[in-house]
C-alpha cells in the first residue's frame, strides 16, 4: 500500500456535521472543564500551566498538532521532555500521582480526547480510522510492514478501539479490513460503518477501556 487513500466525499460531510453536533451537544461539558481548570490552576500550583496538552502525530504520512487537554501536572511534563523529545504519555498515566485533579476525572470518562474534535473539523483527523501515533512510533510501525497512517487519514476512534478488550484480529489487520472496506464500498455504506464503529466505540468507552 503506498498510494493516498482519498476519502469519500460523503464520508468528510458527515464528519463536519457529526462534529459540529457534538461540538454543540458536548458544549456544557467543555464550559465545566475549562472553569474547572482555572479554578484548580488558582489554587494549586502544580496543576498551572497550558489548557491543551499538544504533541505531533502523523496522519495521511503528515506531521500535525494533535490535541488533548492537558492533564498532566506541568513539572511532570517539563521532567518527561528531558528524558526525550517524545512523551509516552501512556506511561505517565499509569501514575495517578502525575495527572492533575481534573485530569484523573477526565481520564477516568476518556474525555481528554474531546479537543481531536477540532482536528476532525480541520480535516486533519476523520472520526473513524487507524488512530494516529507519534513520530517514534510512527516509524516503528512502519518497520513492521504497518504503512496504514502513511496513506489514511487518522480517526478520533477506529475499528480497534471499537472492539478493546475484545478484538480477536491485531489493529493493524482490522485497520487493514476497515481501509478494503473503504476503498470497495459507496461513501453511504461507509458512513453505515463508521456511525456502527462509534456506536462500538461508546459502549467501549462505558466499559472503562478508553479509546
Known sequence: MSEIIKLPYSKRIFDIIMTIFLFLLLSP??????????????????????????????????????????IFKNDVLVEALKKGSVIHTTDLQSDPENLTYYGRFLKRIYMDEMPQLW?????????????????????????????IREVMVCGLTGPFQAQKGHAILSQMDLDQDYVNFLLSNPGWKVILKDLKI???????????RGI
Open 119 to 147: 482536528n476532525v473539523l480541520r480535516g486533519d483527523m476523520t472520526l473513524v480510522g487507524p488512530r494516529p501515533t507519534n513520530l517514534e512510533n510512527s516509524e516503528n510501525f512502519k518497520k513492521t510492514g504497518d504503512f
Open 29 to 70: 461539558l467543555f464550559l465545566f472543564i475549562i472553569i474547572w481548570i482555572i479554578i484548580e490552576r488558582i489554587f494549586i500550583k502544580d496543576s498551572r500551566g497550558h489548557f491543551l496538552y499538544i504533541e505531533k502525530r502523523i496522519s495521511q504520512g503528515k506531521e500535525f498538532d494533535f490535541y488533548k487537554w492537558r
Open 198 to 208: 462509534i456506536f462500538l466505540t461508546i459502549r467501549i468507552v462505558l466499559e472503562a
